[in-house]
């Protein structure tokens, strides 16, 4: 019950007694002005007695404030808080406070300061009169400013936290007078540059160090000398160099992920330097690490995080996983697995978290009765057979959990079925007629028998309810069968019994000649696959697996029979060649072998459709890791853009490719590459193939980061179909003859103006049109470079990324040859096999 009218008459009476009675002045006085200027009026009469108050034992100076989470929001007014001269602690964390008084920085004797989760955007320059601070954290606030040189005056600072700001620059050469720092927490913010000279012999004491999330680069030796760090993070920076540098017997935390850190593992394993049985938490993830994973974890078995995704490691079987009994989260995703997933997976008791996708593993789904776990990731192997029902029983009690793209069999009539479509999308198989009854088995209990005749029965009603409807289909003499997806280009509709609608992009295929149209595997002419296994490897041709929408058609992603890998790639555009001619095109172009040639692998003719088969390239095309592009499907108003990479939405880490291509010698090795592709099909095949659409995003970058060029030959398949395709071309790319009156078909040359294009690109890391070119907004990037090579200023150009990676002189060199590739004459140019020559010429030196 409420104190009523005749109460709170009372109380506000005692109040303003008591306010009236309280000599100004005073620190009683002070905190009262605060409270109440601030909107907070809910304190008791006496604040030395609340317990958010502690004052000295006479009662006459505040010592101590925590008005953490009340509410209290606006600016800090001028003569309250700011007069407490006796104030040692005082946090005001989480509120919404947006501005600091003009007396704050006369707190003479505080050593410890919260103002962190709040708003506030102030000068901190006055820092450094907090001579006794000990700790100070303004984590998650608005400042946008340097961290301020006067931090040199916190001789006593232990603790700092200025994490998830926007503080800018690099870190100040003054923080390296704060040799008492126990902890620093720079992260989330905007800081770059190196670390100041003498940062790791400047802090003995310092246990744990933060500066994740910001654009601090360097060499991690940098810090290799604090002595006595046990927590260290530094991901998502542009640190290099070997990760052997950093590892301290310590440690027990230490993330390194998202760098550009390159080097073998195994030497960190037996540096002498480094005991693992103190480390708690690794993660290595996403940069450059090569070699194997650690093949005998004998001293890690204290670990509970481990994340070795997306690196660079040779193929190796599991390791030994069985060694990592208190392990809780593991990511090995995209680390370049083969083989079984071991069983003994199923021993880790506390794992919560497993990821595994993008990998090369086969075998059968473990058991996995972890009873913690959540998040499971198998996505994107070559597992195969049937999914015990035990991991089916257990997925709708998991929050994440994806199977797609595998060669799994799987049945599940509990589980609903768009979930089902979204965890085992690409999957090949699908639950069999006749299911085996262990499927629908629970946990056993004393009425296992009934619940397994009940669902014999029910089974067998299913199994008759569907013969006879199947039994009534038949009876209709055909059956087409419409699949569905979104729209990607208006063109008139391609018919037969299998037609590819491509205003609405629906495949419209009669079912029954869809297990009888042949689909060629160059490679092995006895595995049987038909039209249906391409239907079945792509859901239809779902737009979900749809990787690429290019100027030739629409490209898929699957797994075919046998688990060939492949993308699949529909020619929409209406080809004038019969079913033979263009069966015998393809047929010569699986012919064509070369280092840096995307294989065809194979093709079907159904229909008027001719559909060109590939390897799958994993590492995704120069365009997309050129421009830091995020993986998957290009959404673009032009078409010319084709695309074939992995949309990783795995749950546990979603990591793209930044960071591969900020090196010289390699730009250099995806350029001679290219250049040997277009010099075998220009001089090397006979009649010459002209390519006709060379551009960046027709690079791509397989497995061992071999440059390939892909979609060569396809202009063939069309006959005179694509000539209006091909006048338009790719813009930034089209050559100056294209526009032309007397212009009548592409040449060699043309293809060499279009090398130079991407020439220009891996150098100066520019896109060909629509891009900052200093000092000529209105030029292409042709027009910019070129401008500049004519007045011997070609180093303004180049990329920074790539500035310092190599000798300038030969990325000059590089320029004046795209200079030459571009020339507006067709006869000014040279030849592919004149490129890869001068090319070569200046090849960086190996490592």
């Given at each position: 019950?409420?104190?009523?009218?005749?109460?709170?008459?009372m109380?506000?009476?005692?109040?303003?007694?008591?306010?009236?009675?309280?000599?100004?002045?005073?620190?009683?006085?002070?905190?009262?002005?605060?409270?109440?200027?601030?909107?907070?009026?809910?304190?008791?009469?006496?604040?030395?007695?609340?317990?958010?108050?502690?004052?000295?034992?006479?009662?006459?100076?505040?010592?101590?404030?925590?008005?953490?989470?009340?509410?209290?929001?606006?600016?800090?007014?001028?003569?309250?808080?700011?007069?407490?001269?006796?104030?040692?602690?005082?946090?005001?964390?989480?509120?919404?406070?947006?501005?600091l008084?003009?007396?704050?920085?006369?707190?003479?004797?505080l050593?410890?300061?919260?103002?962190?989760?709040?708003?506030?955007?102030?000068?901190?320059?006055?820092?450094?009169?907090?001579?006794?601070?000990?700790?100070?954290?303004?984590?998650?606030?608005?400042?946008a400013?340097?961290?301020?040189?006067?931090?040199?005056?916190?001789?006593?600072?232990?603790?700092?936290?200025?994490?998830?700001?926007?503080?800018?620059?690099?870190?100040?050469?003054?923080?390296?007078?704060?040799?008492?720092?126990?902890?620093?927490?720079?992260?989330?913010?905007?800081?770059?540059?190196?670390?100041?000279?003498?940062?790791?012999?400047?802090?003995?004491?310092?246990?744990?160090?933060?500066?994740?999330?910001?654009?601090?680069?360097?060499?991690?030796?940098?810090?290799?000398?604090?002595?006595?760090?046990?927590?260290?993070?530094?991901?998502?920076?542009?640190?290099e160099?070997?990760?052997?540098?950093?590892?301290?017997?310590?440690?027990?935390?230490?993330?390194?992920?998202?760098?550009?850190?390159?080097?073998?593992?195994?030497?960190?394993?037996?540096?002498?330097?480094?005991?693992?049985?103190?480390?708690?938490?690794?993660?290595?993830?996403?940069?450059?690490?090569?070699?194997?994973?650690?093949?005998?974890?004998?001293?890690?078995?204290?670990?509970?995080?481990?994340?070795?995704?997306?690196?660079?490691?040779?193929?190796q079987?599991?390791?030994?996983?069985?060694?990592?009994?208190?392990?809780?989260?593991?990511?090995?995703?995209?680390?370049?697995?083969?083989?079984?997933?071991?069983?003994?997976?199923?021993?880790?008791?506390?794992?919560?978290a497993?990821d595994?996708?993008?990998?090369?593993?086969?075998?059968?789904?473990?058991?996995?009765?972890?009873?913690?776990?959540?998040?499971?990731?198998?996505?994107?192997?070559?597992?195969?057979?049937e999914?015990?029902?035990?991991?089916?029983?257990?997925?709708?009690?998991?929050?994440?959990?994806?199977?797609?793209?595998?060669?799994?069999?799987?049945?599940?009539?509990?589980?609903?079925?768009d979930?089902?479509?979204?965890?085992?999308?690409?999957?090949?198989?699908?639950?069999?007629?006749?299911?085996?009854?262990?499927?629908?088995?629970?946990?056993?209990?004393?009425?296992?028998?009934?619940?397994?005749?009940?669902?014999?029965?029910?089974?067998?009603?299913?199994?008759?309810?569907?013969?006879?409807?199947?039994?009534?289909?038949?009876?209709?003499?055909?059956?087409?069968?419409?699949?569905?997806?979104?729209?990607?280009?208006?063109?008139?509709?391609?018919?037969?019994?299998?037609?590819?609608?491509?205003?609405?992009?629906?495949?419209?295929?009669?079912v029954?000649?869809?297990?009888?149209?042949?689909?060629?595997?160059?490679?092995?002419?006895?595995?049987?696959?038909?039209?249906?296994?391409?239907?079945?490897?792509?859901?239809?041709?779902?737009?979900?697996?749809?990787?690429?929408?290019?100027?030739?058609?629409?490209?898929?992603?699957?797994?075919?029979?046998?688990?060939?890998?492949?993308?699949?790639?529909?020619?929409?555009?209406?080809?004038?060649?019969?079913?033979?001619?263009?069966?015998?095109?393809?047929?010569?172009?699986?012919?064509?072998?070369?280092?840096n040639?995307?294989?065809?692998?194979?093709?079907?003719?159904?229909?008027?459709?001719?559909?060109?088969?590939?390897?799958?390239?994993?590492?995704?095309?120069?365009?997309?890791?050129?421009?830091?592009?995020?993986?998957?499907?290009?959404?673009?108003?032009?078409?010319?853009?084709?695309?074939?990479?992995?949309?990783?939405?795995?749950?546990?880490?979603?990591?793209?490719?930044?960071?591969?291509?900020?090196?010289?010698p390699?730009?250099h090795?995806?350029?001679?590459?290219?250049?040997r592709?277009?010099?075998?099909?220009?001089h090397?095949?006979?009649?010459?193939?002209?390519?006709?659409?060379?551009?960046?995003?027709?690079?791509?970058?397989?497995y061992?980061?071999?440059?390939?060029?892909?979609d060569?030959?396809?202009?063939?398949?069309?006959g005179?179909?694509l000539?209006?395709?091909?006048?338009?071309?790719?813009p930034?790319?089209v050559?100056?003859?294209?526009?032309?009156?007397?212009?009548e078909?592409?040449?060699?040359?043309?293809?060499?103006?279009?090398?130079?294009?991407?020439?220009?690109?891996?150098?100066?890391?520019?896109?060909p049109?629509?891009d900052?070119?200093?000092d000529?907004?209105e030029?292409?990037?042709?027009?910019?470079?070129?401008?500049?090579?004519?007045?011997?200023q070609?180093?303004?150009?180049?990329?920074?990324?790539?500035?310092?990676?190599?000798?300038?002189?030969?990325?000059?060199?590089?320029?004046?040859?795209?200079?030459?590739?571009?020339?507006?004459?067709?006869?000014?140019?040279?030849?592919?096999?004149?490129?890869?020559?001068?090319?070569?010429?200046?090849?960086?030196?190996?490592?």
């Amino acid at each position: 019950m409420g104190l009523g009218v005749f109460g709170s008459v009372m109380v506000m009476t005692l109040l303003f007694q008591h306010l009236a009675c309280q000599q100004p002045n005073t620190d009683e006085f002070f905190v009262s002005e605060f409270l109440n200027k601030m909107g907070f009026h809910n304190y008791p009469v006496s604040v030395c007695s609340w317990e958010r108050v502690s004052c000295d034992a006479n009662r006459e100076h505040v010592v101590e404030l925590n008005f953490s989470a009340m509410g209290l929001s606006g600016p800090i007014p001028d003569n309250s808080i700011g007069k407490l001269s006796k104030l040692q602690t005082l946090d005001l964390s989480f509120n919404k406070i947006t501005a600091l008084p003009s007396d704050f920085w006369s707190f003479s004797s505080l050593k410890t300061l919260n103002l962190s989760s709040n708003q506030i955007s102030d000068s901190l320059n006055n820092i450094g009169n907090f001579g006794f601070l000990e700790t100070f954290d303004l984590s998650s606030n608005n400042y946008a400013d340097e961290i301020p040189e006067a931090i040199r005056s916190l001789v006593k600072l232990r603790v700092l936290k200025l994490s998830r700001n926007m503080f800018t620059q690099s870190i100040p050469l003054g923080i390296l007078k704060c040799q008492s720092l126990v902890s620093i927490d720079l992260s989330s913010n905007r800081l770059n540059g190196t670390l100041p000279d003498g940062f790791e012999a400047a802090f003995p004491k310092l246990r744990t160090l933060n500066l994740a999330g910001n654009k601090i680069y360097g060499r991690v030796s940098d810090i290799s000398g604090l002595k006595s760090i046990v927590s260290l993070n530094i991901s998502g920076n542009l640190f290099e160099g070997s990760v052997m540098d950093v590892f301290q017997e310590q440690l027990e935390v230490l993330d390194l992920s998202r760098n550009q850190f390159q080097g073998h593992i195994p030497q960190v394993h037996y540096s002498s330097n480094f005991n693992w049985s103190h480390l708690v938490y690794l993660d290595l993830s996403d940069n450059e690490l090569s070699g194997e994973f650690f093949q005998n974890l004998n001293q890690t078995l204290n670990i509970k995080h481990l994340n070795l995704a997306h690196n660079r490691f040779t193929r190796q079987k599991f390791p030994l996983i069985e060694m990592l009994p208190e392990l809780e989260y593991l990511n090995l995703s995209k680390s370049s697995l083969v083989g079984n997933i071991p069983n003994e997976i199923s021993q880790l008791s506390n794992l919560n978290a497993l990821d595994l996708s993008t990998n090369h593993l086969t075998g059968k789904v473990p058991l996995l009765r972890n009873r913690d776990l959540q998040i499971l990731d198998l996505s994107n192997n070559n597992l195969s057979g049937e999914v015990s029902p035990y991991v089916l029983e257990k997925l709708p009690l998991m929050e994440k959990y994806n199977f797609s793209y595998n060669n799994l069999t799987f049945c599940a009539l509990e589980i609903n079925h768009d979930i089902m479509q979204k965890t085992f999308f690409g999957s090949v198989n699908s639950c069999p007629i006749a299911a085996n009854p262990t499927l629908f088995k629970r946990r056993a209990t004393k009425h296992n028998g009934m619940k397994l005749a009940l669902v014999l029965t029910f089974a067998m009603i299913c199994l008759l309810a569907g013969i006879l409807f199947l039994a009534f289909v038949c009876r209709r003499r055909t059956r087409m069968w419409e699949v569905k997806q979104s729209s990607y280009r208006e063109e008139q509709n391609i018919s037969g019994p299998f037609s590819f609608q491509t205003d609405s992009t629906t495949w419209v295929a009669d079912v029954k000649q869809a297990t009888s149209v042949p689909v060629v595997i160059f490679e092995k002419p006895l595995l049987s696959i038909t039209f249906a296994d391409l239907l079945s490897a792509t859901s239809n041709f779902d737009r979900g697996t749809l990787l690429a929408e290019g100027k030739f058609g629409p490209v898929y992603r699957g797994f075919l029979p046998g688990g060939i890998h492949v993308a699949i790639k529909v020619l929409v555009v209406g080809s004038t060649l019969t079913d033979q001619e263009a069966a015998r095109e393809l047929e010569c172009l699986g012919r064509i072998k070369h280092p840096n040639l995307v294989p065809l692998t194979g093709y079907c003719v159904a229909g008027d459709q001719r559909i060109a088969i590939y390897d799958y390239m994993e590492n995704g095309s120069l365009q997309n890791l050129l421009y830091d592009l995020p993986l998957g499907l290009q959404s673009t108003e032009d078409w010319s853009t084709d695309t074939w990479e992995e949309a990783h939405n795995n749950g546990i880490q979603n990591a793209g490719s930044e960071g591969l291509l900020t090196t010289w010698p390699f730009r250099h090795k995806i350029a001679l590459g290219t250049a040997r592709a277009l010099a075998f099909l220009h001089h090397g095949c006979s009649p010459p193939i002209i390519h006709r659409d060379v551009k960046a995003s027709s690079v791509y970058l397989d497995y061992d980061l071999e440059p390939r060029l892909s979609d060569f030959g396809l202009a063939k398949i069309f006959g005179n179909g694509l000539d209006e395709e091909i006048v338009r071309g790719s813009p930034g790319y089209v050559p100056p003859e294209f526009s032309q009156p007397e212009f009548e078909s592409p040449t060699p040359k043309s293809d060499v103006y279009c090398f130079g294009v991407v020439l220009f690109e891996l150098i100066t890391g520019k896109k060909p049109v629509d891009d900052d070119y200093p000092d000529d907004k209105e030029a292409t990037l042709v027009s910019w470079v070129r401008g500049l090579v004519r007045k011997n200023q070609a180093s303004r150009v180049i990329d920074p990324k790539i500035r310092d990676t190599g000798p300038d002189e030969q990325m000059e060199e590089a320029l004046k040859i795209g200079y030459l590739c571009t020339a507006d004459l067709p006869s000014k140019r040279p030849s592919m096999q004149q490129i890869v020559g001068l090319k070569k010429d200046i090849e960086p030196a190996a490592n």
